[in-house]
């Protein structure tokens, strides 16, 4: 076999599902915490349908993941409660030294049109820095988007 560095899972029907690359790694406080495995943690929680996390950049610990989540339909819970809910997910899975507490929550997250997130323009907008959105994007409308969300929170 041929090692890619994706790391993914089969579902019971037999279905390949590509989540992440294995180098996708935050770099908190020294310990180097998996991006996919924050995800697949997020992504276990009933009420998330789509999820990308990023390093957000912290005076303390260098990294601090910040997951941007897209909520399933009909779901009518606070956003508070998701959010405590989901970090005791992440906590309980990865454990406390991912130092997992920011989740934003988004209609939608930028993808290319394989599916893939844009993981660095991401990280690069999260943190307030100039992002280029590759022609490669599905929706361009997307990023714009999710900075207005975090141009909320301020």
Not at 134 to 154: C, N, Q, R, Y
Request: aromatic letters at 6%; charged letters at 25%.
């Amino acid at each position: 076999y041929y090692d890619t560095l994706d790391a993914g899972y089969m579902d019971e029907e037999g279905y390949l599902y590509v989540m992440s690359r294995v180098d996708d790694v935050i770099n908190v406080a020294g310990h180097r915490i998996s991006a996919g495995a924050i995800e697949e943690a997020v992504l276990s929680h009933m009420a998330v349908a789509d999820c990308a996390v990023v390093g957000q950049e912290d005076r303390l610990k260098g990294h601090v993941p910040l997951a941007l989540c897209v909520l399933r339909n009909g779901i009518d819970v606070e956003e508070q409660q998701l959010l405590e809910e989901i970090v005791a997910q992440v906590r309980e899975e990865i454990g406390p030294v991912a130092a997992f507490r920011k989740v934003v929550f988004v209609k939608q997250i930028p993808k290319t049109r394989s599916g893939k997130i844009p993981r660095s323009a991401l990280a690069s907008l999260v943190n307030g820095k100039p992002y280029k959105i590759t022609p490669t994007i599905e929706d361009p409308a997307a990023f714009k988007h999710v900075e207005e969300v975090l141009e909320g929170l301020k």
